[in-house]
């Protein structure tokens, strides 16, 4: 283990420069989250109707991040799709990374992080959050201890211990659970109009295996342009395959919510989606990133669907940064607020972030590409050696 763990110890200025300057990242997040330590969420965007904002919307769209590293599984370990065999690995160090922000998301997002204690401590199975931490903590655990096991494996060139196999079919149903309990927070709520649909988890997971595998294809074109390992085309075309179906329903299904609410013109869901995409009351502040999120959608669709363009390296990593993107601002905010658009008394408190609560997100991102760079360091570094 320390053996490997020496890798991440090693190598160019550029890796070095790049750590570094997560760190500075990393760090300026941390003096602004002592801030709002002292001072309490009064420093965020956050406000009595408007509770949840970029911190929740970050956490929610993470988890999808993380449960997508099933779609590198399931194929490999299930179907023996060998070109999965090469990057299986990175799937499951991005899931790592991912919950790692996730919990961070929520630490930040309570005005005393104690109070997360009351979950260990009191746990209740009536409880939505109780079962959330379970899904991550396990999802977690099962990553980390699958992954690190048949990468050191690879490296003595030995067949994994027989009982990593279970852990991962295991870790297969676990990852649809981790983002299906997360819609259920949503789902869960009654009063609040847009997040109050059965359609929720599904709209999670097709959104995840959509943002997950494309993030994973920008990291492995990033990996063949930096490393000499070659991730390999067949796998990268195959997750392409995956990312096109999926925002395809991703798309499909908001586009059954959205013709839900403008049919039965019922008030709580019409205002959510007004609010969203045409403003309410003179607020609109959402307004131009929602129809920049449907410009990236429909960018990355035309990519995705033209088998040429697919096809391209150049173009398949313009439309997966397009997904991406996407996603983020769909999921990672104008989800989570809409919900609370309008309020209990049909008055739109508007929600924007601030400085601080920026540069803390940004610090918690630093914080798990910092994670994910150094396991990707050790995994490159073995198969590099194996000649993998």
């Excluded at 965007?45 to 509770?51: A, E, F, T």
């Excluded at 799937?91 to 996730?102: H, K, T, Y």
């Excluded at 943002?211 to 991730?231: K, Y």
């Excluded at 990312?243 to 798309?251: E, G």
Aim: hydrophobic content about 55%.
């Amino acid at each position: 283990m320390l053996t490997m763990l020496e890798k991440a110890f090693t190598g160019s200025r550029r890796y070095w420069a790049w750590l570094l300057l997560l760190l500075i990242l990393t760090g300026a997040g941390l003096i602004c989250y002592l801030w709002q330590l002292d001072r309490g969420l009064s420093i965020t965007g956050l406000s009595r109707d408007v509770s949840w904002g970029l911190y929740i919307g970050q956490f929610t769209f993470l988890v999808g991040v993380a449960a997508s590293a099933v779609m590198v599984v399931l194929p490999y370990y299930l179907h023996n799709i060998k070109e999965f065999g090469r990057i299986a690995i990175f799937g499951e160090f991005l899931a790592v990374a991912a919950v790692v922000m996730c919990v961070l998301f929520i630490l930040v997002d309570l005005g005393k992080p104690s109070r997360l204690l009351n979950i260990v401590l009191y746990p209740s199975p009536n409880s939505l959050m109780f079962w959330d931490m379970v899904a991550l903590s396990g999802y977690l655990l099962l990553n980390l201890v699958i992954g690190w096991n048949v990468l050191e494996s690879e490296r003595n060139a030995v067949p994994p211990p027989r009982w990593v196999r279970p852990l991962v079919y295991i870790s297969i149903p676990w990852a649809i659970s981790i983002h299906t309990v997360t819609a259920f927070l949503y789902a869960g709520l009654p009063d609040k109009h847009y997040w109050f649909t059965a359609i929720t988890a599904a709209r999670f997971l097709a959104s995840a295996f959509a943002s997950g595998p494309a993030l994973l294809i920008l990291l492995c074109l990033l990996v063949r342009r930096f490393t000499r390992f070659d991730p390999g085309r067949g796998a990268l075309q195959k997750l392409a395959t995956i990312v096109t179906y999926a925002m395809i329903v991703n798309v499909l299904f908001l586009g059954f919510e959205l013709f839900t609410a403008l049919y039965s013109r019922v008030p709580g869901h019409v205002h959510s989606f007004e609010y969203l995409f045409l403003g309410l009351e003179g607020h609109g502040r959402l307004v131009p990133l929602m129809w920049t999120f449907v410009a990236l959608a429909v960018v990355a669709l035309v990519l995705l669907l033209n088998p040429r363009t697919r096809a391209g390296e150049t173009t398949l990593a313009a439309a997966c940064l397009a997904v991406f993107l996407s996603i983020w601002i769909e999921k990672g905010l104008g989800f989570v607020v809409a919900g609370f658009i309008p309020n209990a008394f049909g008055h739109v408190s508007e929600y924007w972030p601030t400085l601080p609560e920026a540069l803390i997100s940004l610090g918690v991102w630093s914080i798990g590409f910092l994670i994910l760079t150094v396991f990707y360091k050790i995994a490159v570094t073995v198969k590099e050696e194996v000649g993998q």
